[in-house]
Each structure stands twice: as C-alpha cells, then as structure tokens.
C-alpha cells in the first residue's frame, strides 16, 4: 500500500476515508483534520485561551500535542482519581502527563482528589453508597465539577477533552437505544457556555476513529497509559464499542456515518431543541448555580457532606467558593 500524497510505503490504511498515509504525511494530516473541525464547528480561536483535560491516555495527550502544533495556547488539566486497580493506575497516568508536559515545556495543572477534599475516587464511591460496584458515576460528577472550576479558576474561556469518534459513536449508541432526548440534545462537539462561569467545552478529536489516534500517539512517540482504567472493564461503553467495531469491520465508514447522521439530523432540527428551562438557583453552600435548591446544596456538596458525615474530622473543610458551576455534564 502506498501513500497516496508521496508514493512512499503507508504507514495507515484508513479504509473509511480510502486514504493510505507515509508517517510523515499522516503526522501533517492529523492536525490539518483538527484545524478542519475546530473551524466548522466553531470550537475557538486563536486568542482563546484553552485548558486540555488529560488523563494519560493517547487521546487526551494526542491532542494536547496537535493544539500545541497548531499553535494554540494550550495548558492541561490532570485530575488524580486515587485509582489504584493493582496496577498502579492514577500514579502511572499521572507520571506520563507530566512526563509529556515537561518534554514540551508546556504547563500542567494538577488537582488530586484526594489531597484537596479528602478522600479518593473509590473511598467516595464506598462512603457515598453510590454506583454499587463501580465509582464511575461520583467519578464523574467530580471530574465536571473540578474541570468546571479549574478552568474558571485558571482563566480559561474553553475546556477541551480527548473524546474519540469511538467515545462519540459508543454514547450515542447508548443514547439512542434509550432514546434519551435529553442527553441526545446535548450530545455535540461543542457544547457552548450558556452561564457566566461556565467554559464552553469543545471535543476536537470528536471525527478521529480510535485507531488513528492510537496511531498518531505512537508515530509522534508520545508515551502513554495502554491500561484503560480498571473501572472500565465489563462497562456498556466497551460493549458497544466493540458492536461498533463489528459494524464497522462489515462496512468501513460505518461510525462514522453514525455520528455524522446524527449530527446532520439535528442541525436540521430533527431533535428540537428542549429549552433549557430547569431554573437555576446558587447552591446555598458552595455558590455554583443548580437545579436542586435548599440547604443541602447542589450534588457535589451533598456527596462530600456525606462523606464528612461518615469520616468526621479527618476531612479538610470544602474548597471556597469561588466560581459558579453548572451540574450539567
Ligand atoms: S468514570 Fe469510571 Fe472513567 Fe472514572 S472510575 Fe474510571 S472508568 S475514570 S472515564
Ligand atoms: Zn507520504
Ligand atoms: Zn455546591
């Protein structure tokens, strides 16, 4: 197989967009789609100011490299969870963003879970009792939040996360079988700041199917976290995924045209846009705005007001309120 700009021998074969690449011409490539897609989408400008969440993993410091190639001013976010799961995962994930950050000079934050509220991801999800088996939903209750208020914190008008095509097309799969209107609204490329505080969140990668960005991670040599993380395993997200694949294996460009159709349909108005009417209060304890008023507060602060409950004084006291948070993803 050849390179269809130079001749040389590929390097990848993307069967869904019949286009084989040289390394060198897929390294271009890459960022040149992105551009493409920050662009049609409208995600942000050069004079924006941007903070990547990144997790270790391929996709999230894939594209902290390509914003930095294209010269946008880029800085990262890395949350520690506390996720162990025998293999060391937060420490391990850790290393490797700072790791990425420090080749390239580029600034990192770093907000770990545990040193800042006081107890990490799975003890929260066991003191909770919430998610039984798995602490993926206070997990990700949190990860919003804190995005939420880094980027406010930090200055940053734009939060961008790694989400693949596979991610995109898995949860619209989930969405769609459930035909969960609410979430299929939201579901976009960009989602825009509707409240002062609040950065709009953008997902750049959002047309790359998970093997290219496997690729590109491995051709610029970005050294990366190959474990997913261990809370992942058995989830719905993996399995449809993998039904995708299976799809996809029987028609190439399949995802894809999933995830297109979607989002064509809707621009064409097909899912009419459900006014965001759930009236906003600031949460009585911590300030950010949320659907659930009173004095227990919003669901971030009645999650670790639990945990406080049950560890009692060990636990430092809640962060100051400084920004406003929406409760929605
Ligand atoms: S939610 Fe669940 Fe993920 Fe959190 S606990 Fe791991 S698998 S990291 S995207
Ligand atoms: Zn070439
Ligand atoms: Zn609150």
Redesign the pocket.
Known sequence: MKCRKCGATAAINMRQHKLALCEEHFLEWMPEQTQRFVEKYRMFAPEDKILVAVSGGKDSLSLWDILHRLGYRADGLYIGLGIDGGIGYSDESRRLSEKFAAERGLTLHVVEVEATYGATIPELAVISHRGRDKPCAVCGLNKRYIMNRAAHDGGYNVLATGHNLDDEAAVLMQNTLNWAGGYLVRQAPVLEANRPGLARKVKPLCRFYEREMAAYAIVCGIEYIYDECPHAVGSTTLYNKEILNQMEERRPGAKLQFYLSFLQAKEQGLFALQADDAELHA??????P?SAPGPE??????LWDKVRAVKGAQLPL?AR?TIE?SDES
Do not use: D, N, V
């Open positions: 949460c009585e304890k911590c300030g950010q949320t507060g919003c669901s971030f602060c009645r809640p309120p948070i």
